[in-house]
C-alpha cells in the first residue's frame, strides 16, 4: 500500500510539471504590415494567447477600440505570468514575442516554452494579437488573426507551431488576398488613448464656454 501511494505521488508530481511549448513562425508565409501596407518594424509587439469569444464578446474584439475591454477578454502565453512560460527568441529579452527581422521587416520567430500543460485546456484555439508598436497599450494599429487548424494548445509534452501561412481567421486587420511570402497581413487603425482623451477634454471646455458665456443685454 505504501508503494503504491509513493508512486501515485511521483505520477502526481510529474503530470504537474509537464510542459508545453508554443512556436510563431512567418516563415514562408505572409508578413506583417500596417494598413498602409508598410512592414512593421523590428521590436513590435506580438502577444500570443486566448480570447473568450463567447457571446457578444466577438463583436466586441472586431469592433471595440479599447485596449482595456479587449484585454479583458485575453489570456496571454508568456509575459511572465505564472505559469505561462517564458519568451525564447533571438535578440529579445523581453517576455513578449516580438518582430525580430530573422527572415527580413515584417516577419516574426520566436517561441514560448515551458508552459504548464494545465495552464489551458488541449485543443483550445490560440490567437496572434499584434501591435504596431513594442507598447500595445499605446499602439495605434492592431491586428488579430487565428487560424482553426493547426493553432491550438498541444497535449502535455507536446508543441504546436503557429505558422502565418495558416491563418485562415482574420477578426481585426486584412490580407492582400493570399498567404505567400509576398502577401501581407495589415492591422486595422484604433484611435490613439491620448487623441482620444484630447478631443473629450476639448469637447467639455467647448461646453463649459458655452454655458459661461454672458448673454448680451
Given at each position: 500500500m505504501k508503494r503504491l501511494l509513493i508512486l501515485a505521488a511521483i505520477l502526481l508530481t510529474q503530470a504537474q510539471a509537464?510542459?508545453?511549448?508554443?512556436?510563431?513562425?512567418?516563415?514562408?508565409?505572409?508578413?506583417f504590415a500596417t494598413s498602409?501596407?508598410?512592414l512593421?518594424?523590428?521590436?513590435?509587439?506580438?502577444?500570443?494567447?486566448?480570447?473568450?469569444?463567447?457571446?457578444?464578446?466577438?463583436?466586441?474584439?472586431?469592433?471595440?477600440?479599447?485596449y482595456f475591454a479587449i484585454n479583458a477578454l485575453f489570456t496571454p502565453l508568456g509575459e511572465s505570468g505564472g505559469d505561462s512560460g517564458t519568451v525564447t527568441q533571438f535578440g529579445n529579452s523581453g517576455s513578449v514575442l516580438i518582430i525580430n527581422d530573422l527572415f527580413g521587416t515584417g516577419n516574426v520567430l520566436?517561441?514560448?516554452?515551458?508552459?504548464?500543460?494545465?495552464?489551458?485546456?488541449?485543443?483550445?484555439?490560440?490567437?496572434?494579437?499584434?501591435f504596431n508598436s513594442s507598447a500595445p497599450l499605446g499602439s495605434e494599429q492592431w491586428g488579430i488573426y487565428t487560424s482553426t487548424t493547426g493553432w491550438n494548445f498541444p497535449e502535455a509534452l507536446g508543441s504546436e507551431?503557429?505558422?502565418?501561412?495558416?491563418?485562415?481567421?482574420?477578426?481585426r486587420g486584412s490580407t492582400t488576398g493570399g498567404l505567400t511570402t509576398t502577401d501581407r497581413l495589415s492591422l486595422s487603425p484604433v484611435p490613439e488613448p491620448a487623441g482620444s482623451l484630447l478631443?473629450?477634454?476639448?469637447?467639455?471646455?467647448?461646453?463649459?464656454?458655452?454655458?459661461?458665456?454672458?448673454t448680451s443685454i
Amino acid at each position: 500500500m505504501k508503494r503504491l501511494l509513493i508512486l501515485a505521488a511521483i505520477l502526481l508530481t510529474q503530470a504537474q510539471a509537464a510542459t508545453v511549448s508554443i512556436s510563431v513562425n512567418s516563415n514562408g508565409g505572409p508578413m506583417f504590415a500596417t494598413s498602409a501596407g508598410d512592414l512593421i518594424t523590428l521590436g513590435s509587439c506580438i502577444r500570443i494567447g486566448v480570447f473568450d469569444t463567447s457571446g457578444a464578446n466577438l463583436t466586441t474584439l472586431q469592433t471595440s477600440n479599447d485596449y482595456f475591454a479587449i484585454n479583458a477578454l485575453f489570456t496571454p502565453l508568456g509575459e511572465s505570468g505564472g505559469d505561462s512560460g517564458t519568451v525564447t527568441q533571438f535578440g529579445n529579452s523581453g517576455s513578449v514575442l516580438i518582430i525580430n527581422d530573422l527572415f527580413g521587416t515584417g516577419n516574426v520567430l520566436g517561441q514560448i516554452a515551458n508552459i504548464d500543460s494545465a495552464y489551458l485546456p488541449a485543443g483550445q484555439q490560440l490567437y496572434a494579437w499584434v501591435f504596431n508598436s513594442s507598447a500595445p497599450l499605446g499602439s495605434e494599429q492592431w491586428g488579430i488573426y487565428t487560424s482553426t487548424t493547426g493553432w491550438n494548445f498541444p497535449e502535455a509534452l507536446g508543441s504546436e507551431t503557429l505558422s502565418t501561412f495558416e491563418i485562415d481567421t482574420i477578426i481585426r486587420g486584412s490580407t492582400t488576398g493570399g498567404l505567400t511570402t509576398t502577401d501581407r497581413l495589415s492591422l486595422s487603425p484604433v484611435p490613439e488613448p491620448a487623441g482620444s482623451l484630447l478631443i473629450l477634454a476639448a469637447g467639455l471646455v467647448f461646453r463649459l464656454r458655452r454655458k459661461r458665456r454672458p448673454t448680451s443685454i
